[in-house]
């Protein structure tokens, strides 16, 4: 087994870096849940306490992985323990990279699913299926696709297929090259659609429906998304960061870098809501539908909108490479470790891994197509789960995210010996103190609280 450092890869330049874990960080997070987590929640308002939990929770968080990876150079379960054994601390103290190591490849296996319903729905909107359908028929299409196990089999093996081969090829010309194309294409074609739809739709109403907060609006569940969604859009407690850390040189600043990717995730985040509901709103659609937004609502637009066909297409495109750039970086980690730990080669590991990811994915594929193996009946923390993809959509995102994101807190900022991660960081004095402060304090006592509401202790 590994004590000494593996990954010997470096980034090209800080560019190259700020790029992949953008490219990482943005997904179906930000063009599929962000817009209609927000409209479910209020616009504005949500948005405010969104920015608030990035920059005062995702960024230290996000700066925590970053220095475990880069002073650890492994993967993540082995750069935990070294630092642990640095230290002089608990071995459990590795559970930090094992576990959220699993919590981003179990997040991955309904990811891809999710993922290739963009994939179809590319194939769909190019073939004109959407065009002059009505809300009765594009239901029926959604409903049709997901419920179709031979379909997502089909569209999610083609997916993993592409990733295995990416990840497959290496770190340089498999990760660093594909993430050098497919990201300014994916913002190209983000930002080309944000002008057309403001062109048009109804560019005013969603101005007013995204800046303006109405605070009256807010409730502590909103908060308490708002916080989920934090960690879940940048990527964190998934061993990605972590991963993407010990790729870092040893003078890349990790302040600045980090920021910076808060900034452009968040950016993104924003030019898809600025995209999507002028949409909604122009044409006289509803922007609280929930997850159906952007595979049932948005649709609609594109049925009536002048160049429909084409512009739905394109959108679909552009989340399909949205995703599927987080979806690499996942791969990335876990075949990374598997080089590690087996000491087998990168297409070994790359193919392993994906064989695997395509078994599990398909408990969400039967869980949406209805098969009997897959429905479930557990209430496990006051919620109440009917399917597989339920129980493993819950488990993550509600639970394993924010104890990752806790423990990732107190490892950097309590068990690590405070001289070795400023050592590490590199920064003034006081913007370690700052850093310090963040993951002692205000992430775990902010987790902790999200933590009981969610579960009922404190509601
Ligand atoms: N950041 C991704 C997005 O916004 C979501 C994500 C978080 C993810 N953790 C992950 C994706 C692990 C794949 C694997 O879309």
Not at 63 to 68: K, P, S, Y
Not at 152 to 163: E, H, Q
Request: proline fraction near 3%; aromatic fraction near 14%.
């Amino acid at each position: 087994m590994t004590t000494k450092p593996a990954i010997s890869s470096r980034w090209n330049s800080r560019f190259s870096f700020i790029l992949a874990a953008t490219a990482a960080a943005v997904g179906l997070g930000n063009i599929w849940k962000f817009p209609y987590i927000m409209g479910e929640n209020g616009g504005g308002a949500f948005i405010v306490v969104y920015l608030i939990c990035i920059f005062t929770l995702g960024v230290p968080v996000l700066m925590g992985e970053l220095l475990i990876g880069r002073r650890g150079r492994n993967s993540p379960g082995y750069a935990a323990r070294n630092l642990a054994a640095e230290s002089r601390r608990h071995p459990a103290w590795q559970l930090t990279g094992w576990v959220t190591m699993f919590t981003g490849f179990m997040i991955l296996t309904f990811y891809v699913v999710v993922a290739s319903w963009a994939f179809s729905y590319v194939v769909k909107s190019a073939q004109g299926q959407f065009h002059q359908a009505d809300s009765e028929a594009i239901t029926q299409i959604f409903r049709g696709m997901a419920g179709s196990a031979s379909e997502m089999l089909l569209f999610t093996a083609l997916l993993v297929i592409a990733t295995a081969v990416v990840v497959g090829k290496g770190f340089k010309h498999g990760l660093e090259r594909t993430v050098r194309w497919a990201m300014p294409v994916m913002l190209v074609l983000l930002v080309g659609l944000a002008f057309y739809s403001a062109l048009v739709g109804d560019f005013a109403s969603a101005v007013n429906f995204m800046f303006k907060p109405d605070f009256s609006e807010l409730t502590m569940s909103t908060v308490l998304i708002a916080l989920g969604h934090a960690f879940f859009t940048l990527s964190l407690a998934s061993g990605v960061m972590m991963m993407y850390g010990a790729y870092l040189p040893t003078n890349t600043s990790i302040v600045g870098t980090s920021i910076w990717i808060a900034i452009a995730d968040t950016i993104v985040a924003l030019i898809a809501g600025l995209m999507i509901f002028p949409l909604v709103f122009g044409y006289g659609l509803v922007p609280g539908e929930g997850p159906g937004l952007i595979f049932q609502t948005l649709p609609l637009a594109f049925a009536s909108m002048p160049f429909g066909v084409f512009i739905g297409t394109v959108f679909f495109v552009m989340l399909l490479l949205a995703a599927f750039t987080s979806a690499i970086s996942m791969v990335e980690s876990i075949a990374a470790f598997t080089v590690e730990r087996f000491a087998v080669s990168r297409w070994t590991a790359a193919i392993s891994t994906c064989v695997v990811l395509f078994a599990l994915s398909m408990l969400t594929i039967f869980s949406f197509s209805g098969a009997g193996w897959t429905q479930v009946d557990i209430t496990f923390l006051g919620k109440h789960m009917t399917n597989l993809f339920e129980v493993i959509d819950h488990m993550t995102s509600n639970i394993l995210l924010p104890i990752g994101g806790l423990i990732i807190a107190l490892f950097t900022g309590w068990a690590i010996r405070s001289k070795f991660m400023a050592a590490e960081l590199q920064a003034a004095g006081w913007v370690f103190k700052l850093w310090q402060f963040a993951v002692r304090y205000i992430a775990p006592i902010a987790i902790t609280l999200v933590f009981l509401q969610l579960t009922g202790v404190l509601s």
